[in-house]
């Protein structure tokens, strides 16, 4: 027998209290004896019977009011119905404040309010709270909500503005009671750090009771976990993991006093799924991890997450999700929606389907520029390399003997040519193969190298140390090819050039570790592991091989490069490097010219094996992702395939063609195609009876019946025939033609970043004219350069380090020396670099050079001014002193009669010894010098 709606919603909710652990009683069968959470169905009230009471310990809590499931649209509706019964008179008790947990539910949809909030403002729930929960939240003073209002003001110390910008921001955004907040931060500015900070705060000032920090990958996890160990909060000494106990999921165990739980998504998605999942499965980005993402697309079952006993909705208060522009979607989004939690995401590299997941509540928005202004990030050069084949492809003619090569076993073997075979820049790497064209780059590069790009860097073996650089290739194949060239190139061993992905024999967090702290790899080469995510800060280069499409995905690539590292640290690892003030892009493909989209990839799952994907769409499952990218894997094999290939797949497939395979894939998923369906199926029922509920099915319907037009063309001999006629495309090993360089230069638009750096530096100093003294006498007092002093230089210095981080002056120095010709090296001494700009900008020095070598030159030129008709005026004693005095001025800018009396004037007798030599003259020539020197 069918039972009515109102009786099918009741059993469902029936259903959903018993899993959340409340006991489920009509009103003639209470027993409190049975546990402490009772929800009483129609428990009589002043108002009439409620729907369900529920009662803790005896005491009523909280009300549901059950509606039927084709009313879920109204549930916002019957709020204040649901609230007169939780106002109303309740037989047996008083309720003089009313009960303050409210829930409207259909047992599909269910929504609660806490009317304990500041301004209470209902929210949907993925299930029902326990009864403990609705206990521990009525015996508090104020809710979680409330407890906003008692924060103290934010110590600023320690952080930089663009953190305290986002604290403070963030926590007007709890207070308006605001469910989802992004934090947009440049890569390198302090994302894990300032969520340290004010996760800080909620569990010391808003007493959150768990907290889950959520990344995509074990390797991020581990960076969380130091950075909460080396945390020490500012009104308390002791550290982090002293105050609050932190764990890094490792099992599906979660402590009961963890207070802070780091773990990887994938992983809490078992969790929720009650499976367990072995440590090293998290080792990878789980959108590049084929073999785990694979078993949970072919099995239906997996995909959809059910509420756990064991896994309350409520067992977190906060979920920050690290890195979110890649972690938030398809099947991750539903370990979102599981928890009644704020969410807080952090991405250097928001999207708009990120803007749109936070509500477009931006709590800040820190971008790489400025980033770079403030001196938190380093800027970026770029250098570009083009070669005839990489720009034009090539062609081999038949007759020739090629090597084919299998693309996965890289298996060869030798085959004559019988037609010509043209390629295209597109095709390298992919259908063709260029050994030459590869060996042309890396040759290109590391004569750059030398010569442009970092030139200065000899070690002291006369040898050139090649700066720390990061390769992007196409494949795992393509990175092999790399390897072997770069090695074979730079005349280097195994350990100078290394990969680094995911498919690599070696540990890759061994690798990563050593190219990170160590001299050797100097060279690493990756797919997409350390493209977004990983911090390598003595990074100076970075080789594009490989060009991307997605703006998001170029911004974290670049990312690697931007972090800033102290000079001792950077020398750890390259010896011959004096600080970094930049790194350099190396772009061979046109990766920083080509157009970009913000638009999402139609590949999807671009590490899954395509036959996981045909298995996938045959057996039924129905994700997005997987339509998508099985609909871009066919498009591409089009292109690749012969005419009677095409014609099998045809006959396996009843007669559709790939292309029609493809539109029907894609169309599976696309909008406006399922609302013209949906428009044929509501036309066939009555006018009268085309209500919002029966327009909502027939969207259902129809798309579910493309989605079965899509996926029963698929079949076992389909499969099997794809995915082996994919393989059977061997590449060619092009050996005969040739490559050459027709451009290895600078990016033009570099030279105009670096013109504009200029001009603005020198803006800024004459707008400062009038306020610092050293530039006053610089710009318009000429004759009193004698008298600029080291604390001039020095004020003038702080207030750039202040203002204008980016003005550093060895940024300012690279931006002259990528323009026009520079004579010397950049100083070591940040204020003799300083000088030394000051005077080419004023116009003192038509060349920039460094002010010591000026000073060096002043120096030989007025000892011959003074020996000029005399033979040798000074003795070796007195031009001992002279030069201390000179060595001094390059140091100090100045000499007054007072710095005798110090080091390292007193410890040879100081002003009575210089009076000894030089007499009355004393005086006059510390003048002279001072003029001289400085002119």
Not at 17 to 46: C, H, N
Not at 230 to 255: C, G, H, M, W
Not at 507 to 516: C, D, E, G, M, S
Not at 535 to 540: A, I
Request: with cysteine; charged share 30%.
């Amino acid at each position: 027998m069918n039972q009515n709606p109102e009786q099918q919603v009741r059993d469902r909710i029936d259903e959903m209290l018993r899993r959340a652990g409340w006991f489920v009683q009509s009103k003639k069968d209470i027993d409190f004896s049975v546990g402490i959470g009772m929800a009483i169905r129609e428990y009589p009230t002043s108002v009439g019977p409620v729907d369900y009471m529920l009662f803790v310990n005896q005491k009523p809590l909280g009300v549901i009011e059950a509606k039927k499931e084709d009313e879920g649209y109204r549930l916002t509706t019957v709020e204040e119905q649901s609230t007169d019964y939780a106002n109303a008179e309740i037989k047996f008790f008083k309720n003089t404040e009313g009960l303050k947990y409210v829930y409207e539910s259909t047992g599909v949809i269910t929504r609660f309010t806490d009317y304990t909030d500041p301004k209470p403002r209902g929210r949907e729930l993925f299930y029902f709270h326990k009864p403990e929960t609705l206990l521990e939240w009525s015996k508090k003073e104020k809710s979680l909500r409330d407890r906003f209002f008692d924060y103290p003001v934010l110590d600023e110390t320690g952080l930089r503005p663009a953190q305290i910008i986002a604290i403070n921001n963030l926590e007007k955004s709890f207070k308006g009671n605001r469910p989802k907040a992004l934090i947009q931060m440049a890569t390198g500015a302090g994302k894990t750090f300032t969520a340290a900070t004010f996760i800080y705060r909620l569990l010391k000032f808003a007493k959150a009771k768990r907290i889950l920090f959520l990344v995509d990958t074990k390797n991020l996890g581990e960076q969380a976990e130091q950075e909460f160990r080396a945390y020490q909060p500012q009104d308390d000494n002791r550290k982090f993991t002293e105050l609050y106990n932190v764990q890094r999921l490792t099992s599906s165990y979660i402590a009961d006093e963890s207070q802070v739980c780091i773990s990887t998504i994938q992983r809490m998605y078992s969790i929720l799924r009650g499976e367990e999942m072995a440590e090293d499965e998290d080792e990878l980005n789980p959108n590049e991890n084929s073999s785990w993402m694979s078993n949970q697309l072919t099995k239906k079952e997996a995909v959809p997450v059910e509420y756990n006993p064991k896994v309350p909705i409520e067992q977190f208060d906060f979920i920050i999700v690290d890195e979110c522009h890649r972690s938030i979607y398809n099947l991750w989004k539903q370990v979102l929606d599981y928890y009644d939690a704020f969410l807080v995401g952090l991405t250097a590299t928001p999207d708009k389907r990120t803007f749109g997941f936070f509500n477009q509540n931006v709590v800040s928005e820190y971008t790489y520029e400025n980033s770079v202004i403030d001196g938190v990030n380093v800027p970026y050069d770029v250098y570009l390399i083009e070669t005839e084949i990489s720009t034009r492809g090539g062609l081999i003619e038949k007759g020739w003997f090629v090597d084919k090569r299998d693309k996965l076993s890289r298996a060869k073997r030798w085959e004559q040519q019988d037609e010509d075979t043209e390629y295209f820049r597109n095709d390298l790497d992919k259908k063709v193969v260029s050994p030459n064209q590869i060996r042309t780059v890396i040759k290109a590069y590391k004569d750059a190298l030398e010569k442009e790009i970092f030139p200065k860097r000899i070690d002291e073996n006369g040898e050139y140390e090649v700066p720390k650089t990061l390769v992007f290739a196409k494949t795992d194949s393509h990175a092999d090819d790399i390897i072997n060239i770069i090695r074979e190139v730079f005349d280097e061993g195994n350990d100078f050039c290394k990969k680094v992905t995911y498919k690599n024999d070696e540990k890759p967090k061994t690798v990563l570790n050593n190219f990170r702290n160590r001299y050797n790899p100097r060279i690493a080469v990756t797919v997409d592991m350390i493209a977004t995510g990983t911090d390598v800060k003595p990074l100076e280069v970075l080789l594009f091989m490989r060009d991307v499409r997605s703006t998001n995905y170029f911004e974290q690539m670049k990312g690697r490069g931007t972090r800033t590292i102290s000079s001792d640290k950077l020398k750890l690892v390259t010896k011959t490097a004096d600080s970094k003030t930049h790194f350099v892009i190396v772009d061979a493909v046109g990766a920083t010219k080509s157009k970009k989209t913000d638009s999402r990839p139609l590949e999807r799952k671009p590490s899954i094996p395509l036959k996981d994907l045909l298995q996938a769409v045959t057996m039924g499952v129905k994700e997005e992702d997987v339509f998508l990218s099985l609909a871009n894997r066919l498009i591409r094999l089009e292109k690749q395939l012969t005419d009677s290939e095409k014609e099998k797949i045809e006959e396996l497939a009843k007669g559709k063609s790939l292309k029609q395979m493809t539109r029907e894939l894609i169309e599976a998923f696309d909008n406006d195609i399922i609302a013209d369906k949906a428009k044929e199926i509501i036309e066939r029922i009555p006018v009268d009876e085309r209500t919002p509920e029966k327009q909502e099915q027939a969207k259902i319907e129809a798309q579910e019946e493309l989605l079965k037009t899509a996926s029963l063309t698929f079949n076992g001999k389909l499969n099997d025939y794809i995915d082996n006629v994919r393989k059977q495309h061997d590449q060619i090993i092009d050996h005969i033609n040739t490559d050459e360089v027709i451009k290895s230069e600078w990016d033009t638009e570099s030279v105009d970043k670096a013109k504009i750096l200029i001009n603005d530096f020198s803006e800024y100093l004459k707008a400062n004219i009038d306020e610092i003294q050293a530039l006053s006498i610089f710009y318009n007092q000429s004759y009193n350069r004698r008298d600029i002093t080291f604390k001039m230089i020095k004020e003038l210095m702080d207030k750039i380090k202040v203002e204008k981080p980016i003005f550093a002056p060895s940024n300012i120095w690279n931006a002259y020396a990528s323009i026009e010709e520079v004579k010397g090296d950049c100083p070591k001494d940040e204020l003799t670099t300083l000088v030394s700009l000051i005077r080419k900008v004023c116009g003192i020095d038509e060349e920039l050079k460094p002010f010591d070598k000026t000073i060096d030159e002043n120096f030989k030129k007025w000892i011959f001014a003074q020996n000029a008709g005399q033979h040798n005026r000074f003795s070796t004693e007195q031009m001992e002193w002279l030069r201390m005095i000179k060595d001094h001025i390059v140091s100090s800018y100045h000499i007054e009669l007072d710095d005798l009396d110090y080091t390292p004037f007193d410890s040879k007798g100081g002003r009575g010894k210089m009076y000894q030599l030089f007499g009355n003259e004393m005086d006059s020539i510390i003048n002279e010098l001072n003029e001289a020197l400085a002119a």
